[in-house]
């Protein structure tokens, strides 16, 4: 079993940059692939980013791809969600899961991830 804590969001306005941490407790987070997914008021949750074990490949949605990278630091038993060019639009809770522990890539559907933090508010003002 895995827990884990999000942190790093808060109250930016557009075009401003945020770092997202989920630190992991429990289980190694080297043994899963990991994501971040976002849900904003009234909205599905969403996919927004993934990355495989190793941290060798990573995936993104369309609607922030070239803006947030994904990364890990399996050392650090951390994940990160580097955010920059902040739109209103990204505005939501956002959470990461641990996911799937097989393959070599990421994944996109969240049915796939067992575990999941509790979310970081980040809120972004014209």
């Known amino acids: 079993q895995v827990q884990l804590v999000e942190s790093g969001g808060g109250l930016v306005r557009a075009g401003a940059s945020l770092r997202l941490s989920c630190a992991a407790s429990g289980r190694l987070v080297s043994t899963y692939a990991m994501g971040w997914f976002r849900q904003a008021p009234g909205k599905e949750r969403e996919f927004v980013a993934g990355?495989?074990?190793?941290?060798?490949?990573?995936g993104y949605a369309d609607s922030v791809k070239g803006r947030f990278t994904i990364s890990r630091d399996n050392t650090k038993n951390t994940v990160y969600l580097q955010m920059n060019s902040l739109k209103p639009e990204d505005t939501a809770v956002y959470s990461c899961?641990?996911?799937?522990?097989?393959?070599?890539?990421?994944?996109?559907?969240?049915?796939?991830?067992?575990?999941w933090g509790q979310g970081t508010q980040v809120t972004v003002s014209n």
């Open positions: 899961a641990a996911g799937p522990r097989y393959g070599s890539t990421w994944y996109s559907d969240g049915r796939l991830y067992d575990y």
């Open positions: 990355i495989s074990r190793s941290g060798g490949t990573t």
